[in-house]
């Protein structure tokens, strides 16, 4: 697909975001642990969501969706059967990370796999944790994707331990935690710097006993033992989706003349470091209305147009915005002076190298741009040239900001690959010319004029 956004006068009304994917993706793995009916209501059923939904049925899980419900069925972690095939995590990290330590703490053997992108991504940060708990489990020479799990290297259970992490990763920390659930003694799980805690909190909602303390400014979460024999089916309501919501905030804050109502939206601390970015940077960001929702925070936000001014983004603020990237890289675009980012490597391991494809795709619509190790320095403009063509890599963050980029360009920008965006946001086009933006699909062979 690609598509045509041309400058729009402004953006306004009110738009209700889809479910959080991070939390979709949880409720749907952690009821499928627990033995019984769970009802997820507002999923996100899609894309990188249904990948995980698909896989947990080789376990021996059904489900259905009725109306905004999604039920789901399972015989318990204890009763999963042995996949007779690998399962296919696609494109997903995420998926892939929390069956590793789901199927370890199941205790039977499964060969997990996915697309070629998947197979770049690193699994030894989550394959060594669980070595070290006693499951038997390897990537390919490669370090990544296929991995296969034989099963434990005892017969019962598997042992606690106290693992301290090089980086703060909310797909490390869950898989981990998801194994100690066998676990004979408590798991302890440090980290640098405080990374999502959904699973943390849907855990502790489902029965498991596990806690978040302060050790010399880290983190440490503690699971005692005996987790796997706790596990109650859900009953849930996920939030709006905070990274979905981003890319809304954003388009309306560089739009002239915008003022957009987002309505339940996660707030999440762990999860919201743009917003607060943003807010320091000269955004009129308020929120209006405030409430909670599956023990998340959850809220209604307005977003007027604003100047923005040059920021630095590092240390924590990464980890707390480390998905809204792309788009962050946007709002920079049209502040005035130099934004700085800086600590955020980690970019390049994403469903793209991030960084790196954030500064070539900037470049090629006129921003001025430097790319570094670790994050890159945009230098901000009001007028910024546009009328190229912006590639999607591949990368459904990356398609939709892209789109944001060409609200307020002096020329249309044209985004291929657009279709991506239905992996986590199907719906985003047709919110954004709701609002306002103006919006074409072009055959690929013709640019317009």
Known sequence: ?????????????????????????????????????????????????????????????????????L?????????????????????SATTMRLLAGV????????????????????MGRVIEPLQQMGVLIHASESGGAPVEIMGRSTERNLKGLRFESPVASAQVKSCVLLGGLAANSPVVYLEPALSRDHTERMLSAQGVDIETTWEANRPVITMQPGGRSHLRPLDVTIP???????????????????EVVLQGVGLNATRAGLMATLQEMGGEIEVIRQWDEAGEPVGDLRVAYSKLRGGKVGGRRVVEMIDEFPIFGIAAAFAEGTTE?????????KESDRIRMICDELSKQGVRVIEKTDGFTVFGSTHIPGGGIAESHGDHRLAMSLAALGLNTQQPVFVRG????????????????ALGAEITTLPDEDIGS
């Open 103 to 122: 199927i370890a703490a199941a205790g039977i053997p499964a060969v997990l796999d996915g697309s070629e992108g998947l197979r770049r991504r690193p």
């Open 341 to 349: 980012v800086a600590e955020a490597a980690e970019l390049r391991l």
């Open 240 to 258: 709006g989706d905070f990274s979905a919501a981003a890319f809304l905030m954003t388009a309306a804050l560089i739009t002239p003349n915008s």
């Open 1 to 69: 697909m690609l598509l045509k956004v041309s400058p729009s006068r402004s953006l306004k009304g009110e738009v209700t975001v889809p479910g959080d994917k991070s939390i979709t993706h949880r409720a749907m793995l952690f009821a499928s642990m627990a033995k019984g009916e769970s009802c997820i209501r507002n999923p996100l059923v899609s894309g990188v969501t249904r990948t995980m939904l698909d896989a947990v049925q080789f376990l021996g899980v059904s489900s259905s969706l009725e109306g905004n419900c």
């Open 418 to 433: 657009a279709e991506i965006a239905a992996e986590s946001y199907p719906e985003f086009f047709q919110i954004l010319q």
């Open 71 to 91: 039920w789901i069925n399972s015989p318990g972690l204890e009763n999963f059967t042995p996949p007779p095939q690998p399962l296919n995590c696609k494109n």
